[in-house]
């Protein structure tokens, strides 16, 4: 599928764009001849990639909740999207134990909304609804997990996003199922790349910490995760909403984008792997400290075999070249004086493209 003739002159919202994986997308959808419109709240802190993209220069940036309904009702309207990714969420495990109330609000009124203003726009083709590997009620299996398996989730945060997939399942197959309209969900693992400072995130920490000289503190070292570069999910949404538009009837529901398996390895190898490439550092478990109490898997792993039949999807970098090249993101920001990160950002999807094109 030649992504080009999929979005170039069709209007996309994204919710969440000032968000790391949202503002990723935004320039790449951009790049790809969208008109592009962000709703988000603006970002979680400073720095960030929407900011160090300079992205409110070169998208619609509208500040917004999507908890707030009429507000969102009225960019819906005014905009009349063909397409819409929603990624605005609160993604914080750790934080959906501290203020749960906001995170369901987020995670699910905040998709509801969404779903609602989808049925009631008549410009909308295709939605895609951006969830979490964590919705499946983990069993601590060493497979991963396929799209039928049953959601659910130990934490709020994971509870959350099971209940926005069962809110897009219902509205799909209650409002969607007779119309020309395509809803789906997708769901990837922990993805990495350059532009994340989100807390309490793996990668993020160790950038932090690499850049001011400091130790990097690992909670736990020993889980395994399902790793993956932030432009691999990024590819599969966007070939997935291309399939929406052509036949939304056949590629509605839910689909995983997770890595290739030799990418699921333990917290520390990868610590070990983000300090080889950024050339020093160290890290240390803090004692005591293994989540504060709070529930954290151990296992956690996707499979994609749905996508890579489907779509023709699946991972195009290993661990190696995915941590490379968020590092090589991470020194640019750092080592360069007033870096325009949007011109990198558009590097690194070109250079990841050619990679896809000779696999």
Request: net charge negative.
């Amino acid at each position: 599928m030649e992504l080009e003739k999929v979005f170039e002159g069709k209007k996309v919202l994204v919710t969440g764009h000032t968000g790391f994986k949202g503002s990723w997308l935004s320039i790449w959808l951009k790049e790809l001849g969208a008109t592009v419109l962000g709703y988000s709240l603006e970002p979680p802190g400073t720095p960030n990639n929407f900011e160090a993209a300079r992205l409110a220069q070169r998208v619609t940036h509208v500040h917004g909740d999507v908890r707030d309904f009429q507000y969102l009702e009225k960019v819906f309207s005014e905009f009349q999207p063909h397409c819409v990714f929603h990624l605005a969420a609160q993604p914080i495990v750790r934080r959906s134990y501290e203020d749960p109330l906001l995170t369901f609000e987020t995670n699910v009124m905040g998709t509801l909304h969404v779903l609602e203003l989808v049925r009631q726009t008549p410009s909308v083709r295709a939605f895609v609804n951006i969830t979490t590997d964590k919705c499946y009620e983990n069993r601590e299996w060493i497979w991963g997990y396929r799209e039928d398996d049953r959601l659910g989730g130990h934490d709020p945060y994971s509870g959350s996003k099971a209940c926005a997939e069962l809110a897009s399942q219902a509205y799909s197959r209650s409002f969607f199922s007779q119309k020309d309209v395509g809803v789906a969900t997708a769901r990837a693992g922990n993805v990495i790349g350059g532009g994340d400072w989100g807390v309490d995130r793996l990668v993020p920490d160790c950038f932090r910490a690499l850049s001011a000289g400091e130790t990097i503190a690992v909670r736990n070292p020993h889980s395994v995760r399902p790793w993956q570069f932030v432009l691999e999910p990024l590819y599969g949404y966007l070939l997935l909403a291309g399939k929406l538009f052509e036949n939304p009837a056949e590629y509605a529901g839910a689909w995983n984008f997770g890595p290739r398996l030799e990418c699921c390895i333990p917290v520390s190898e990868v610590v070990e792997k983000i300090i080889g490439s950024w050339g020093s550092g160290t890290w240390r478990q803090p004692a005591g400290d293994a989540g504060h109490g709070k529930h954290e898997m151990n296992v956690l792993k996707l499979n994609s075999d749905k996508a890579y039949s489907l779509l023709g999807w699946r991972g195009a970098l290993d661990i190696d070249n995915a941590i490379e090249m968020t590092a090589r993101w991470y020194k640019e920001f750092y080592w360069e004086s007033d870096a325009d990160m949007y011109n990198d950002c558009v590097k690194q999807i070109a250079e990841y493209r050619s990679i896809r094109a000779g696999m």
